[in-house]
């Protein structure tokens, strides 16, 4: 089994593992990518998500998805998941920073998932208040649907390994921000 955050990245100097920097990039993006054990190839798709750490430390990931479909099926047969995050900036025709033409930053999350149901209440509003506040839907406290009951389950990726890269070397929250694209003079 390979453990990705004692991969040597090409750029170790850009590999990024503050909890506090991680969270600004998570905060910088709505959708996410996740890959689920399919044959012959990964079955992939992006979502929406929330996330946030728990007290141990970890990172969680809420998402939400339709009562029935393939990734249920998957999952059910084979929890571990992987997720990336990633936000692109193309300074092409703009002035460069630190001598780049683009910009990124991305987080891989490797975890179990598992399906929360409604009658699993509290937590299964819990990940869907974080999934609202992520993807700017959040007005409130949220209440139980049938709605909810008879059509969205709710996604909780635990992670077991998390690893994180920027364009340059960043060591600061405020360095997660993307620099804004400034005109080159004509």
Known sequence: MTIHKNLTMYHEDRRIT????????????????????DEPWPYIVPMNYGCEW???????????????????DLISQDPHVAVNVNVFMDRV?????????????SV?????????MPDREE??????????KNTGRY????????D????????????DEVTAKAQYPISTEEEAAMP???????
């Open 18 to 37: 503050d909890p506090a920097i991680i969270q600004s990039i998570l905060g910088m993006s709505e959708v996410c990518t996740v890959a689920i054990h």
């Open 54 to 72: 728990d007290e141990d430390g970890k990172l969680i990931l809420w998402l939400h998805m339709a009562v029935r479909g393939h990734r249920i």
């Open 93 to 105: 025709g703009h002035k460069a920073y630190r001598n780049e033409s683009h910009d990124y930053r």
């Open 108 to 116: 891989n999350v490797f975890g179990k998932a598992e399906i929360i």
């Open 123 to 132: 937590e299964y509003l819990h990940g869907l208040e974080c999934l609202c």
């Open 139 to 146: 007005r409130g406290p949220l209440k139980m649907t049938d």
């Open 148 to 159: 909810w009951r008879n059509r969205l389950r709710i996604l909780k990726v635990t992670a």
């Open 180 to 186: 804004p694209l400034e005109q080159t003079r004509p």
